[in-house]
């Protein structure tokens, strides 16, 4: 299995990361992929990325809920940090595989709306102008967030710079509605499946039905979002397995099938190493 998001990086793990991430390791996990939040997060996800080469991958980003007042400076420092991690013939551990976790939230506030759109706008360029993938966090701004993305493809395509079967990214965390679900397809994006499909109220399980396996990758979001029976403790990647199990319910097929369809997805998406 491959989680294609999780904060490995964050304080929930500083008492036991190391033997955390063995623990997932040891226990069938392939790959984990760290996005950033801000730049307070670069010298964090390399440390640990710099430790577990060709297990820990890197990715920077600025998260919309971490744009403030300092927006602007935040960009600077993590376009210069972009720009240092995406240069030709770096290690492994030193390149990362895409940006994110960027996008719009207006879930506990919309003083910054303005500044999420600017600020998303941006970071899209510069995924354009590097050839990296997107990760994108979209909360309670669903129609802004498509509008934006869909703006961006089509001027990328009016300036022929959108080749055919170009993935922008993922659509990190998808929960949405079938329909929105669809928009997102049409645009060429992954959804990102994690802990939420299990939960007991979810409408998810229903919204996929449409969409095709070779569409979905999996992810935790740990240490949030620890799916059914794991509910309400710090999420674990190797948790992913109660994910797989309920997808495979979906798509007629086994747990194993779903793991070995994501796991290609993610790395096809990141360019990451084939499976030893």
Known sequence: MIDSHCHVDEEAYAADREEFLQRQKDGGIEAIVVPGVDMHSIDGIFDICRRWRGFCYPVLGLHPQNVLEDWKEQLEVLHAAILEHTRPGLDISERIVAIGEIGLDYHYTREFDAAQHEVLR????????????????????TADSLQIVKEHINSQM???????????????????SAEVAEEWLKM?????????????????????????????????????????PHRGERNEPIYMQYVAMKLAEIYNCTPQEVIEVTSANSRKLFRLPDAK
């Open 122 to 141: 941006t970071q899209l360029r510069w995924a354009d102008e590097l050839d990296l993938p997107v990760i994108i966090h979209n909360r309670d701004a």
């Open 158 to 176: 009016a300036n022929g710079k959108w080749p055919n079967g170009k993935c922008l990214g993922v659509i990190h965390c998808f929960s949405g």
């Open 188 to 228: 060429g994006m992954y959804l990102g499946i994690g802990g939420v499909l299990t939960f007991k109220n979810s409408k998810l399980a229903e919204n996929l039905k449409n969409v095709p396996l070779e569409r979905l990758l999996l992810e935790t979001d740990a240490p949030y979002l620890a799916p059914t």
